[in-house]
């Protein structure tokens, strides 16, 4: 094992490449750069031994990930923001054809207007295309989450892409420290691809026919057998790798100071990170808070919130706006609870646009709602500009 | 067939995959032999392999799979195939 001080973006360019995948098809955005530029420079080194393709577009990028990963072989590529909303109808496409493809996703602000800070929303808008998502909160999580999805993904109960998304800047251009197994540890925990069929000249299929209505239908409810069947092996490899090297981020969530806890707050990625700080310095102050650091949003940990809804209070914090409605996180954390818990829930929008959410800023949102003067929904911290 | 662990959209090739398309036609080709010159260029252009070759270079049309696109009509050089609608007007 060595230790690799380096950026997320070439962190998670390490991981893929260690993962030896035959294809890497990419279109350079800011803030994932960095990361396509990693592995081509793999490319040089030799490190990387697999095809690079240089595609025009991010909606190119996946069709190549498509036709390579049909073909038979390990696939990956990285995007960002408008360039994963580009490929949006690929997305749906690798996903239904059950093919196991591996993807980061830099979280980054839409615009207009510009701007190449990060908030959440890029990915959210991607959260019914069967993909399953992780949201990662440091480098090291990002490495252990690249080579466990490929495992995930090519699971035979699972057999759908996997997306892992990090936030732009804050972990895609910060440098930390990171631990890297040896190569051959890496091969004896990630065996190689065996697809069920392929894309083979010498034995021709179709592949993505036309179907009937009511074949259609089965493959809708296999992909959410498929996701359901992800929330178990989710842990179960989270476990594998933790006893192999030593690291373990939690599961479908991870939880930090729950015990005895009467009010949680829930929240995702770097944020996830940040409130570790603040529910250290909260606990200090005497509060009974905890932290559950939602790890996947596909497929969503209902399970494991409404038993933290049980405990506790909730509150959420989400980096993102499903417009016309709320935070997406607050939304479906609400719905796991309907009906089985009438535990109340706080929702707050905070950092859009890639604005600073601090350990202060996660402080004051808890102590307003554990003083009982925040409102079922809110956004913290906004100024002027409307009402 | 092979059995997979998910399901997922795979057609292996066979004769006739999606049914007897036949039943989608609205035009026929009629084909009269009488002026048909050998050229091939049906059976060529045919996007459903539904224009039978014989041995002797004359041809056929499978109305089993055949769906009345029309392509033969067109290219045929000596106007050999005429396209005509299948159910009659009353």
Same mark, same amino acid.
């Given at each position: 094992?060595?230790? !690799? ?11 893929? /490449? ?6 890497? %098809?990419?279109? %350079? ?25 240089? +595609? ?41 054809? =059950? ?193 559950? =650091? ?74 307003? /709602? ?18 | !067939? ?23 036609? +609205? ?9 048909? /010159? ?8 045919? %996007?459903?392999?539904? +224009? ?32 005509? =609608? ?5």
């Amino acid at each position: 094992m060595t230790v !690799m001080i380096d950026t997320g973006n070439y962190i998670a360019a390490k991981a893929a /490449v260690m993962a030896r995948p035959a294809v890497v %098809p990419a279109y %350079p955005i800011t803030p994932q750069t960095t990361l396509v530029e990693g592995i081509a420079n793999y490319v040089k080194t030799g490190e990387f031994k697999g095809e690079y393709i240089c +595609v025009e577009s991010e909606h190119s990028a996946m069709c190549a990930c498509i036709g390579a990963s049909a073909a038979g072989v390990r696939t990956f590529t990285g995007t960002s923001s408008h360039g994963l909303l580009l490929m949006h109808e690929m997305l749906h496409w690798a996903a239904l054809a =059950r093919l196991p493809i591996v993807m980061c996703n830099i979280n980054r602000v839409i615009g207009p207007g510009w701007n190449i800070w990060t908030d959440e929303n890029d990915s959210i808008s991607q959260r019914d295309t069967g993909w399953i998502q992780f949201y990662c909160s440091s480098n090291q999580e990002i490495f252990d989450t690249v080579i466990q999805s490929f495992k995930l993904a090519e699971n035979k109960k699972v057999l759908l892409p996997v997306m892992i998304n990090y936030n732009a800047f804050i972990l895609s251009h910060t440098s930390m420290p990171v631990y890297i197994p040896e190569q051959k540890e890496i091969d004896d925990f990630l065996q190689k691809y065996k697809p069920q069929w392929k894309l083979d000249v010498n034995n021709p299929i179709t592949f993505g026919n036309i179907i009937l209505p009511v074949d259609y239908e089965k493959i809708r409810k296999d992909m959410q057998n498929s996701q359901e069947n992800a929330k178990k092996l989710i842990p179960e490899i989270a476990k594998e790798w933790k006893k192999k090297f030593g690291r373990y981020h939690g599961d479908l969530i991870e939880e930090y100071k729950c015990d005895g806890a009467d009010h949680i707050l829930l929240a995702m990625g770097a944020i996830g990170a940040e409130s570790k700080v603040s529910i250290n310095n909260l606990r200090k102050e005497g509060l009974k808070i905890g932290l559950a =650091r939602v790890r996947t949003f596909r497929p969503f940990p209902n399970e494991e919130i409404l038993k933290l809804g049980k405990q506790a209070d909730l509150i959420v914090i989400d980096r993102n706006i499903s417009i016309g409605s709320e935070g997406a996180l607050f939304s479906e954390v609400k719905a796991s609870l309907y009906g089985k818990s009438d535990t109340k829930v706080h929702g707050f929008i905070a950092g859009l646009g890639g604005k600073d959410v601090t350990y202060n800023d996660i402080e004051t949102i808890c102590r307003k /709602v554990v003083e009982g003067k925040a409102k079922d929904c809110e956004w913290y911290g906004f100024e002027g500009g409307g009402k | !067939m092979k059995k997979y662990d998910v399901v997922t959209t795979i057609s292996y090739p066979k004769k006739g995959a999606m049914g007897k398309t036949g039943s989608w036609r +609205v035009f026929r080709p009629i084909l009269d032999k009488t002026k048909c /010159v050998k050229c091939l260029r049906c059976w060529i252009y045919c %996007p459903e392999g539904t +224009v039978i070759r014989n041995k002797d270079d004359t041809v056929d049309i499978d109305y089993e799979y055949c769906k009345g696109c029309g392509i033969c009509a067109n290219v045929c050089k000596v106007k050999a195939i005429t396209m005509e =609608r299948e159910a009659k007007k009353k």
